[in-house]
């Protein structure tokens, strides 16, 4: 960083910030002491550089490109459309329902995940006897993969023999997976919300555990209810993990569902509910319309970029005053 | 004084029962036999077929080449797990060691570069990504099942804040001592970042190990299969018969979940130290 003077920092107007970011000076470098040699760095950041290109740069940009051109299904070239695509998608009722339901499916998995890892972690972080075995119960099912809680999924809502299918019975409702629609609605829901449990757990739990002993007994002190100690001064200190825990639950609920719904619905779209990504893998893959499918790419990418920018935002926000 | 309360433990214990029943009745139900599933439902008591189940699944040629096995599949999921967490450890450390350590051109540039990665995951780009590994010729192949997957920032992100918390003084010190820059990184930062590495690295094998779509897309010779993609190639083939090989296909889903469940029960302390700061 070269010398410049306080009272000039402060008053650098835009092209000043501009400037100084590209030639690349960070505001406060890394560490206060750094190599200075001209090849060796390259030789580190390359492999990633290399990799981020041709993986992400690359594709990125295509699906960009790819959304402005209607391909030839038999594979004679393109025709440059402009933004038919995208009009042509936001106009189809089917992608219209598709979105709503997308953004049902987030609401109810993420608010009921959210709320049953929350229930767990507060319980878990009060009893003593048995912690380590409740813990353990209540994380390992994140390591399992979301084709296999599918499969499972699958099987408990089977329409010949599966145990929930049977109990739904009972009450004499008559629970159609994979033909109804609102049926195959809920196993999605039950499902996603079985796999988002333990991730919300963990973090709510060791946000629970990092709140200072003195904090707890203090408040210990301020008031008997249990409810009010609860509602006045854990959930406010267990807000940043939450508002986190919320962002990370939409995009899971968008975008790592796509095996449960996968096997639920099984590339037979009929009448089943599914979410926008994976209409963006079946109108691609199955339907061959790329430039559609790209033009969906591209909307969904702009959801999720502002999404993911809002979570940096609170971040940064974290980091200065949590 | 802590009084004991029945309440938490009966919330504790339903949502116990919640997530962990599932797993009971695809594990019970993976020893029973096909035909005792399709009548009698799902089992919650173990039978006397497992050892029969498994090993066929393990060891007979299924598919249609004939040629896939499930220890192939279990043996190509390991390969994905391990190739992933192993390349995504040794790309991020280099690249965060070379952003943190060291004053160059374009340095603000190539962070960002690497951080804007974050904002798309790989499934909305997923069509021209394909596209991508054809032209390349990377379909069925262990690097193209692997390489894309590493192209997000989000190790690189972690390494970066643990090199900027790693004391100054060493690097002073190690200069006095006459140590350049791949010196330090080698004896100095990678044995530091030991416990680092160990917490990344079981999140990223669990990663590599559960990814779907991708397998899914890339390989359509049946010698790089994952167990993942087993699971669907073994729902496609229950279209149309009678009874369904319900406890094959359970006993394939056990494989599948055996190896991170385990990983994550024995490195419980490591794996909740690597989740929770590597997403912050």
């Known amino acids: 960083m070269t010398d410049i003077p306080l009272a000039a920092t402060r008053d650098r107007r835009l092209a000043g910030r501009l400037a100084a970011w590209w030639r690349a000076e960070p505001a406060s470098p890394a560490k206060r002491v750094q190599f200075d040699r001209p090849l060796t760095p390259w030789l580190f950041v390359l492999p990633q550089i290399a990799v981020v290109v041709i993986f992400f740069y690359w594709p990125s940009v295509q699906a960009v490109t790819s959304s402005f051109y209607i391909e030839d299904p038999f594979g004679f070239g393109s025709t440059f459309v402009g933004t038919e695509n995208y009009r042509d998608a936001l106009a189809s009722t089917e992608y219209r329902n598709t979105a709503l339901f997308t953004a049902f499916f987030c609401a109810v998995v993420t608010a009921l995940s959210l709320g049953l890892g929350l229930l767990l972690a507060v319980k878990a972080d009060k009893v003593i006897r048995g912690a380590e075995s409740y813990r353990t119960l209540l994380i390992s099912v994140y390591a399992i993969a979301p084709p296999v809680a599918g499969l499972i999924g699958m099987m408990i809502f089977d329409m010949h023999m599966g145990p929930l299918t049977q109990v739904a019975a009972w009450f004499g409702y008559d629970l159609k997976v994979g033909i109804d629609y609102w049926d195959t609605a809920v196993a999605l829901i039950t499902i996603s919300v079985w796999k988002q449990i333990p991730y919300n757990f963990i973090f709510f739990l060791s946000g629970l555990q990092s709140v200072p002993a003195s904090v707890r007994e203090a408040a210990l002190i301020d008031a008997k209810s249990e409810w009010r100690r609860f509602r006045d001064i854990i959930l406010p200190l267990l807000a940043p993990t939450a508002f986190f825990l919320l962002v990370i639950n939409i995009t899971y609920t968008m975008f790592d569902t796509f095996p449960i719904i996968d096997v639920i619905v099984k590339d037979k779209p009929a009448n089943n509910p599914m979410t926008l990504v994976y209409k963006v893998y079946l109108d691609g893959f199955k339907g061959n319309d790329i430039g559609g499918s790209s033009a969906q790419s591209v909307i969904l990418m702009v959801v999720v970029a502002a999404l993911t920018i809002v979570q940096f935002r609170f971040l940064e926000r974290r980091v200065h005053y949590g | 004084m802590q009084k004991i309360k029945p309440f938490d433990h009966l919330v504790l214990i339903l949502g116990s029962l919640f997530l962990c029943l599932p797993v009971v009745l695809a594990l019970m139900s993976s020893t029973h036999g096909a035909v005792d599933i399709h009548s009698n439902g799902l089992y919650l008591t173990p039978g006397t077929e497992g050892w029969e189940t498994y090993k066929k699944v393990l060891t007979h040629r299924g598919g249609f080449t004939g040629d896939v096995t499930g220890l192939l599949m279990l043996g190509n999921s390991l ?65 193209g099942l692997i390489l894309p997957l590493l192209a997000s920032a989000t190790g690189t992100f972690f390494f970066r804040q643990f090199f900027r918390s790693v004391p100054d003084e060493l690097l002073e010190a190690a200069r006095i001592d006459g140590a350049g820059p791949v010196k330090f990184f080698l004896d100095v930062l990678v044995p530091l970042s030991r416990t680092m590495m160990a917490a990344i690295f079981i999140i990223m094998f669990i990663y590599g190990w559960n990814q779907y779509l991708w397998p899914l897309l890339m390989t359509t010779d049946e010698s790089f299969y994952t167990l993942m993609r087993g699971i669907k190639s073994i729902l496609q083939v229950w279209v149309g018969s009678q009874i369904p090989d319900y406890n094959e296909a359970f006993a394939l889903a056990v494989l599948a979940m055996i190896p991170p469940v385990a990983v994550v029960v024995i490195f419980q302390r490591m794996f909740i130290k690597g989740l929770t700061e590597s997403d912050k």
């Not at chain 2, 280099?94 to 190539?110: N, W």
């Open chain 2, 79 to 143: 390969v994905m797990g391990l190739g992933f967490a192993v390349g995504k450890i040794v790309l991020s450390m280099m690249a965060a060691y070379a952003l943190v350590y060291f004053r160059f051109r374009f340095a603000t540039i190539l962070f960002w570069m690497i951080f804007f990665t974050l904002l798309l995951p790989l499934e909305v780009r997923i069509m021209p990504s394909y596209q991508v590994m054809a032209d390349l010729h990377l379909l069925n192949t262990y690097t």
